[in-house]
């Protein structure tokens, strides 16, 4: 049987990074997947760096969880649910989405068509929206600097997927006008209450809208146009912007590159700045950094990088945690504070990419408030664990 809600245990071991010699903890050596928050910015530890969340995939039922960091102690937060099957050739897989307001330390998650919260201490629960409805597809939540609100985007769910019949068309193809397509951020507060659109914008959808670190009434917005929506939108149009959520004013976060589709856009941890990546019009990736009102600080072309991966931001130094692009199994520090990049080995994450586990495999970084550890992701042989390094 899988472990029950407010049980406490310990399946870790603990190892040294082949690469660096970094103390490292493989927190789950037990469950089929494992996997924490995304890799945006201060979503996944709690504010004193001591607990991380994860959700956990065993014998057929999902839970979220919390580990202490130091010890690698596990508690699981919620029963265990079979609404999850895991199926990853659904976009980004049917698994939650969460979010975690470091602070007071409410875990903010998706289940089913459901966003609840969950209290890491106490174990409250709140159910924030009953039900988003089968036709919309929820984005990844985002819990508001002075964790008083949560958004929630929403676009269509592909008809076909709503109803349950077989897929006759690919998602791209159905919505390749774009009529019928329509994306919706909706905010709830944080302690319960009524829910809201407070933007909306037809003709686009998107997945992540993370609120700055430091300012409540800002927040990364990805609009995906058609054609190829999150797959290279219209292929003109910069994909990432600011917005400001009282005023709806958007400001655009334009690449130098002449392929303005970046992906895996994250606040700085002072937000004051975005890092980014893409694939760069004349091969390999572009890497860059840009200010909230879209002035470029760096930005470079490393036209051998071959790798896809993701951008996270590091704590306490001038530096992007990446887990791709220059290596395939390496994290590594790309330092911004000079005119030319400094590339720094981290640890080895040794990760399966492009298994049928999908987004799953991918390691999904993040760092902890204090700088002193960095969470990933690991896929080995048909399973994916939670790993934890120190530097």
Known sequence: MPPRKGETWNESEAYKDAWTLRECRRVTTLGEINQTPNYHTNIGFTADSEFLVFWTLREGKGAVCKVHVPTGDITQLTEPTADYGFQPHIQGGPYPRMCLAPHSRWLVYTENRALKAV??????????????????????????ADEQQVILPLSPMHPEVAAGTRVTKHYYEHFASGDGMRLRLVQVPLMGGPAEDVYQESGCRSFHSPHSPVDPDLVLLDRDFPPRYWGGSDGKTTRIWALKLSSGELTELASQNANRFQVHAVWTWDGEQVLYHGRSASGGYFIGVCDKHGNTVREWDFSAAGHYGHVAAMAGRPAIILDGNVSDNLLTWLYYDGEQPRIEVIAAHNTQWATVLGQASHPHQLCSPDGRWISFNTAQRGRTEVHLVRV
């Open 119 to 144: 209290h890491l201490d106490t174990l409250d629960e709140k159910t924030l929206i009953a039900d988003a409805g089968r036709e919309w597809e929820m984005g990844y939540p985002s819990v508001s």
